[in-house]
């Protein structure tokens, strides 16, 4: 039986190359890429004369034998803790759609797994992770307002992504939240002690009785690298 994690990784826009030739480098493949932004309040950007920080993430499934591994790499050679290079973190999954995923997921790779043992349930992870990922769906130009939120009960900060919904008729509501319209995902990184703080907050601040129509939910991770003051010993 197999472990699978999803690795997101985000880094500033103009270390893109560099990334990519790590990953490939590494044999991580396939990869995808999205472009977002951090979360920096711009009273503070303009006070500072700085613009709006450009970021990319970096998304790709990995194997247990994997994970760590990859993770020193992105430590020790990419050294993603140095101020200003990014995050890691990954999650575990849950559950795979069986073999005939796998390829398309993994690539190359996918060549080395015993696919006929492979069960769609993936077992359960023991014990509590120690952090988790926040992710809040609200109104395009609402991030403001959901990090005003998260700050106000700990966040340190977060990434934004531009989406959009892609619901058709009346399948474009949500519990009367509309949902087929411009939105941003804000990605939130918090620990176990402050995350339903951080969530109550967002809720509260921006939630569907404002105009973020904002709702969220977080998933477990395994590991976090690149937040500066974290232990990486287990590494």
Not at 126 to 154: H, N, Q, W
């Given at each position: 039986m197999n472990d699978f994690y999803l690795l997101l990784t985000i880094t500033e826009r103009h270390m893109y190359d560099e990334a990519l030739d790590f990953?490939?480098?590494k044999g991580i493949q396939p990869l995808f890429s999205s472009l977002c932004r951090g979360t920096a309040q711009q009273q503070y950007l303009d006070l500072l004369g700085i613009e709006q920080t450009e970021k990319?993430?970096?998304s790709g499934l990995i194997t247990k034998k994997e994970r760590k591994p990859l993770l020193r790499a992105l430590l020790y050679e990419y050294k993603i803790d140095l101020p200003g290079?990014?995050?890691?973190l990954t999650i575990p999954l849950s559950g795979i759609g069986r073999k005939r995923s796998l390829p398309f997921l993994l690539g190359d790779r996918a060549e080395s797994i015993d696919l006929?043992?492979?069960e769609s349930e993936l077992p359960k992870k023991e014990g509590k992770p120690?952090?988790?990922?926040i992710i809040c769906i609200a109104e395009s130009g609402y991030t403001d307002l959901v990090m005003?939120?998260?700050?106000?009960?700990g966040a340190k900060g977060g990434t934004v992504l531009h989406a959009k919904g892609t619901a058709?008729?009346?399948?474009?509501?949500f519990f009367g939240i509309q949902i087929g319209t411009e939105k941003e995902m804000v990605f939130i990184v918090a620990n176990d002690e402050n995350r339903a703080s951080i969530m109550?907050?967002?809720a509260e601040t921006a939630g569907p009785d404002t105009g973020a129509n904002a709702f969220l939910f977080s998933l477990p991770v395994e590991d976090v690298i690149g937040l500066r003051g974290l232990i990486h010993d287990e590494l």
């Amino acid at each position: 039986m197999n472990d699978f994690y999803l690795l997101l990784t985000i880094t500033e826009r103009h270390m893109y190359d560099e990334a990519l030739d790590f990953f490939n480098d590494k044999g991580i493949q396939p990869l995808f890429s999205s472009l977002c932004r951090g979360t920096a309040q711009q009273q503070y950007l303009d006070l500072l004369g700085i613009e709006q920080t450009e970021k990319v993430m970096f998304s790709g499934l990995i194997t247990k034998k994997e994970r760590k591994p990859l993770l020193r790499a992105l430590l020790y050679e990419y050294k993603i803790d140095l101020p200003g290079n990014g995050i890691a973190l990954t999650i575990p999954l849950s559950g795979i759609g069986r073999k005939r995923s796998l390829p398309f997921l993994l690539g190359d790779r996918a060549e080395s797994i015993d696919l006929n043992s492979h069960e769609s349930e993936l077992p359960k992870k023991e014990g509590k992770p120690m952090f988790s990922l926040i992710i809040c769906i609200a109104e395009s130009g609402y991030t403001d307002l959901v990090m005003d939120g998260a700050r106000a009960a700990g966040a340190k900060g977060g990434t934004v992504l531009h989406a959009k919904g892609t619901a058709k008729g009346e399948m474009n509501k949500f519990f009367g939240i509309q949902i087929g319209t411009e939105k941003e995902m804000v990605f939130i990184v918090a620990n176990d002690e402050n995350r339903a703080s951080i969530m109550k907050a967002i809720a509260e601040t921006a939630g569907p009785d404002t105009g973020a129509n904002a709702f969220l939910f977080s998933l477990p991770v395994e590991d976090v690298i690149g937040l500066r003051g974290l232990i990486h010993d287990e590494l």
